[in-house]
């Protein structure tokens, strides 16, 4: 399988997920010095102009993170980009990345050959997130060089498909770099990830739950307290099917398990949304493995440690 250079080096084969309003540029320099990919989606920035102070923010501290450490350089950063008709963002914050030449660009709803393009002409790559074969094939045919696969149990806005499935039906085709999401929040699962065909684990939930994450305390405590028994899938949200905490569902009045639908031609990623997600809390279901509230770096190292012991636990009883 075929790994990009700029992603050949991680200290464990790990993509942060972008976290709508949550990640910002402490969290993702957090995560780029410990080794892993980090990444924000351009729309946390607001006003727009504020993503030029962030994208100049990072590539500066890790510019000097770089010269400061040159036996252990940061790893790079991604933004993503919600190419859906409704992020009427969509061309500005594509201008921004390129001044920047951000390395990785992340698109969401709906693939396009012209993003793709503009990505490439600055000498960045895509890797396009998807919830099933056919939505995979339409993005490498559009250009994108890369795949995340969205499996059941994923936080935020997720798919329903088995990864064992997803994976194995994108590798009957595609050779390309492929990152796995879905309840993942251990070293040991990140093995998994790679033992069933993909090269990446996509990591989003367990980082909610660090100090640089912008998260309230209550929503972090709430993904220490909780397990996957208290995850509800929904599209009532946004208008596409996520995964959510149910006490943060109930808490803004509502029964999780009595949701309506909601109607999909209806979905919107401007300031409606924003709000919306403010008190509904996006989740994963892996969070049974997140035990505290800890510095990014600290569980990048205990991801660290677990992948190794279960790569280890491997070759023991192979």
């Not at 075929?2 to 957090?30: C, E, H, Q, T, W």
């Not at 010269?67 to 950063?77: L, Y």
């Not at 905490?245 to 990623?269: C, I, Y």
């Not at 509230?293 to 192979?318: K, S, W």
Request: with cysteine.
């Amino acid at each position: 399988m075929s790994v990009p250079a700029i992603l050949a080096n991680l200290r464990i084969p790990v993509i942060g997920s972008p976290l709508f309003i949550i990640s910002n540029p402490k969290l993702v320099i957090a995560q780029c010095t410990a080794g892993v990919v980090g990444s924000m989606p351009s729309l946390n920035a607001r006003p727009a102009s504020q993503l030029d102070e962030w994208l100049h923010e990072i590539t500066e501290t890790l510019a000097a993170w770089d010269r400061d450490h040159p036996q252990q350089k940061a790893a790079p950063f991604a933004i993503n980009q919600i190419v859906h008709k409704s992020n009427d963002r969509l061309e500005h914050d594509m201008e921004v990345c390129a001044k920047y030449r951000v390395p990785l660009v992340i698109t969401s709803l709906g693939a396009r050959t012209d993003v793709n393009e503009a990505v490439h002409a600055w000498g960045g790559i895509v890797m396009h997130d998807i919830i099933n074969n056919m939505f995979a094939r339409k993005a490498i045919e559009k250009g994108a060089d890369g795949l995340i696969a969205v499996a059941a149990g994923a936080g935020g806005h997720a798919g329903v498909k088995s990864p064992f499935a997803l994976i194995q039906e994108i590798r009957e085709w595609f050779d390309g770099p492929v990152a796995l999401s879905g309840s993942m929040s251990t070293g040991g699962a990140v093995l998994a990830a790679q033992a069933m065909g993909a090269d990446f684990g996509y990591i989003g939930s367990a980082f909610i739950a660090t100090d640089e994450a912008r998260a309230s305390d209550e929503y972090k405590q709430c993904i220490v307290d909780s397990n996957s028994d208290d995850i509800v899938y929904s599209n009532l949200f946004t208008g596409v099917h996520g995964n959510y905490l149910k006490p943060s569902v109930r808490n803004a009045g509502m029964d999780p398990d009595n949701l309506p639908e909601s109607d999909p031609t209806k979905m919107n990623f401007g300031g409606d949304a924003k709000k919306a997600w403010k008190d509904i809390w996006g989740c994963g279901q892996g969070i049974g493995a997140v035990k505290a509230v800890v510095p990014a770096r600290e569980l990048v190292d205990r991801l660290v440690r677990e992948y190794q012991a279960a790569r280890d636990r491997v070759l023991t009883t192979a």
